[in-house]
């Protein structure tokens, strides 16, 4: 099992919402920065969106305006809220943290397992 572990995924049609959530599946001393990656069949996965402890917020031309990242500090858990989803927006959404497990550890990145988002038309 994948360290990071996502949910909320699933076939929605177009126009619609899906939230995503992701957190860590054991302890952690702290995480800087979650993000969320997509990668769709033959391409590179992309950066969809990203936020730091601080609550500093990146996203993908894409999604913006549409994508909101957010983020519970202290449950360790990143989550995705996506709306007026369009076909392309079909992927697979990956989570992404560079985590501190132990307080004097070196950071480390850490990616989930995968969660399938289809947005049908």
């Known amino acids: 099992q994948a360290f990071l572990v996502e949910s909320g995924g699933g076939l929605v049609q177009a126009g619609g919402s899906l939230r995503l959530a992701c957190a860590p599946s054991?302890?952690?001393?702290?995480?800087?920065?979650m993000a969320w990656y997509r990668q769709a069949p033959g391409n590179q996965r992309e950066l969809v969106a990203e936020?730091?402890?601080?609550?500093?917020?990146n996203y993908g031309d894409s999604v913006q305006g549409r994508f909101t990242i957010s983020r519970d500090n202290a449950k360790s858990t990143v989550y995705l809220q996506m709306n007026s989803l369009k076909p392309e927006d079909t992927a697979v959404y990956y989570c992404?943290?560079?985590?501190?497990?132990?307080?004097?550890?070196?950071?480390?990145?850490?990616w989930g397992q995968g969660t399938q988002v289809t947005v049908s038309s």
């Open positions: 992404y943290a560079d985590v501190k497990v132990r307080q004097y550890s070196v950071p480390h990145d850490y």
């Open positions: 054991g302890r952690v001393f702290s995480i800087e920065t």
């Open positions: 936020i730091t402890s601080g609550g500093s917020t």
